[in-house]
C-alpha cells in the first residue's frame, strides 16, 4: 500500500519536474537582459555628460565671441576717428602746401628784389670807385657858384649816401625775412608730415587689430559649428540609446511576466499532478483494502462464483474563474496583445495592449479610481484607472473633448469615461486597451474572457 502511495507522489513529482529548467533559462535571459540596460543606462550618463560638456563650451565660446564683437566695435570707433584726424591733417597739410608756395612766391620775390638791390649797389660802387674820390668831392663844392648850389651839391651828396646806406638796410632785412620764411615752411611742412606719419601707423595698427579680431571670430564661429554639430551628434545618439533602452525595458517586463506566468503555470500543473497522484493511490488503496475485506469473508464462508466487480472514476469538474471585467467597447478586435510592426514608425515592437475598431462610446470594465484623465503626446486623450491589488487599466486616444472623468474620480463598472478616436500616434479611430498587473502590462483577451 504504502509503496503504491509513494509511487504516485513520486509519478507526481516527475510530471512537474520539467518545469523547472526553463525558469532557470529565463532567469538567465533575465541577468543578460539586466545587463544590456545597465550597460546602456552606463552609455546614456557617459552621452549625458558629453552633452553638457558640449552646451557648456558653447556658451564659453559664445561669451567669448560676444566680447570680442564689443571689442571690434571700439576698435571700429577708433579707427573712424584716427580716420577722420587723418583727413584733417591732409586738410591742414594742404592749406601748408599752399602757404608753402605763396612764402615760396614770396621769397622768389625777395630773391629777385635783393638782386636788383645787389646790381645797384654794385654800380654805385663803381661810381664811386671812378668818380666818387674825396678831390672830385671837393671840387663838386669848390666850383659851387652860390651858396644855394653849394648847399644844393651838398644835399645831394647826403641823400647819395643815405640812400647807400638805405638800400644796404633793405637789404639786409629782406635777406632776413626770406631765411626766416624759408625756415618756417620747411619747419611748418615736416612737422605735418611727421604728424601724418604718425597717424597713418596708428591706423595700421588698429586696421591690423581689427582683421585679427574678424578672423577670430571667424574661427570661434566655425569652432562654434564644430561643437553644435558634436553636441548634436551626441543627442541623436542619446536618443537612439533611449528607444534601445525603452525596447530593452519592455522586453524585460515582458520577460519577468512570462516567467511569472510560466512558474504559475508550473506549480499548478505539479499541484494538479500531486493531487491526482494521491487520488489515484487513495483509490488503490481504497480498492485493496475492499480486496482484502472480501478475501477475508471468502475465506469463513462457503466461495460462490461470482463476477468482478469493477471499479469506476469520475472525471474532476473543471471550473472557470471570472477576472469580472466587462468589455470596454462594442467594437471589432483589430490588433491583439503581441509583437508586431507599429503601423505608424514601421518598428517591430510589442503591442502591449489590445485594439478595438469602429466608433462609440468606452466604458470602464471595472470599478475603481481615475489615476489619469488627460492627453499624452502618444496616447492622446486617455484615461487609466486603479482597481486595486495591483490591478489597473488604461483606455486611450479618444475623441477630442469627450473625456467625462478627472483624476481622483470613483468610477463603476460599466461607466462612460469617452469616445472612441484618434488623437495621438495613431492611424484610424479605435480604443487601445491595456491591463497592468503590478504595474507590467499583460493579455487584455484573459480578462475579457476572450
Known amino acids: 500500500m504504502k ?28 541577468q543578460e537582459l539586466e545587463k544590456q540596460k545597465q550597460e546602456l543606462e552606463s552609455k546614456s550618463n557617459d552621452l549625458n555628460s558629453k552633452i553638457k560638456k558640449q552646451e557648456d563650451t558653447l556658451n564659453n565660446l559664445e561669451s567669448e565671441k560676444a566680447n570680442l564683437e564689443g571689442d571690434v566695435k571700439q576698435l571700429q570707433i577708433e579707427i573712424d576717428e584716427v580716420v577722420i584726424k587723418l583727413h584733417e591733417q591732409e586738410q591742414k597739410l594742404t592749406e601748408s602746401k599752399e602757404k608753402i608756395e605763396k612764402l615760396k612766391k614770396k621769397i622768389e620775390e625777395l630773391k629777385e628784389l635783393i638782386a636788383q638791390r645787389e646790381e645797384k649797389l654794385d654800380n654805385q660802387a663803381r661810381v664811386v670807385q671812378t668818380d666818387g674820390s674825396s678831390e672830385n668831392m671837393m671840387e663838386m663844392i669848390m666850383t659851387a657858384e652860390s651858396l644855394s648850389d653849394l648847399i644844393g651839391r651838398v644835399g645831394v651828396i647826403n641823400q647819395l649816401v643815405s640812400a647807400n646806406k638805405d638800400i644796404v638796410t633793405e637789404q639786409q632785412n629782406d635777406q632776413k625775412t626770406l631765411e626766416s620764411n624759408e625756415a618756417e615752411a620747411e619747419k611748418e611742412k615736416v612737422a605735418i608730415e611727421k604728424l601724418k606719419g604718425e597717424i597713418e601707423v596708428t591706423k595700421n595698427n588698429l586696421v591690423t587689430q581689427k582683421a585679427e579680431m574678424d578672423d577670430k571670430i571667424v574661427q570661434l564661429a566655425v569652432q562654434y559649428d564644430m561643437t553644435e554639430d558634436e553636441k548634436n551628434t551626441f543627442v541623436k545618439e542619446q536618443q537612439v540609446v533611449a528607444t534601445q533602452t525603452s525596447v530593452l525595458s519592455e522586453e524585460l517586463q515582458q520577460e519577468r511576466q512570462r516567467i511569472i506566468e510560466e512558474e504559475q503555470a508550473r506549480q499548478a500543473a505539479a499541484q494538479k ?15 485493496a483494502a475492499a480486496q482484502q475485506q472480501q478475501q477475508a469473508k471468502a475465506s469463513t464462508e462457503t466461495p460462490a462464483p461470482s463476477a468482478p466487480q469493477e471499479s469506476s472514476q469520475s472525471a474532476p469538474a473543471s471550473s472557470s474563474n471570472s477576472s469580472g471585467f466587462i468589455r470596454p467597447s462594442n467594437g471589432v478586435t483589430t490588433s491583439p496583445f503581441g509583437y508586431r510592426v507599429h503601423p505608424v514608425t514601421g518598428a517591430h515592437k510589442l503591442h502591449g495592449g489590445m485594439d478595438f475598431g469602429g466608433s462609440g462610446p468606452i466604458v470602464a470594465a471595472q470599478g475603481g479610481t481615475v489615476m489619469v484623465a488627460g492627453y499624452d503626446s502618444g496616447w492622446g486623450n486617455y484615461v487609466k484607472i486603479d482597481h486595486g491589488n495591483g490591478l489597473q487599466t488604461l483606455y486611450a486616444h479618444m475623441q477630442s473633448g469627450s473625456l467625462t472623468v478627472a483624476p481622483g474620480q470613483q468610477v463603476s463598472q460599466g461607466q462612460h469615461l469617452g469616445t472612441m478616436g484618434m488623437t495621438g500616434t495613431a492611424t484610424g479611430v479605435h480604443l487601445h486597451f491595456e491591463v497592468y498587473v503590478n504595474g507590467t502590462r499583460v493579455n487584455p483577451a484573459s480578462y475579457l474572457g476572450m
Open 3 to 30: 509503496k503504491k502511495l509513494t509511487t504516485g507522489l513520486i509519478a507526481a513529482m516527475m510530471f512537474a519536474s520539467p518545469f523547472v529548467l526553463p525558469t532557470i533559462a529565463k532567469a538567465d535571459s533575465i
Open 273 to 287: 499532478a500531486a493531487k491526482e497522484a494521491a487520488e489515484q493511490a487513495e483509490a488503490a488503496e481504497a480498492a
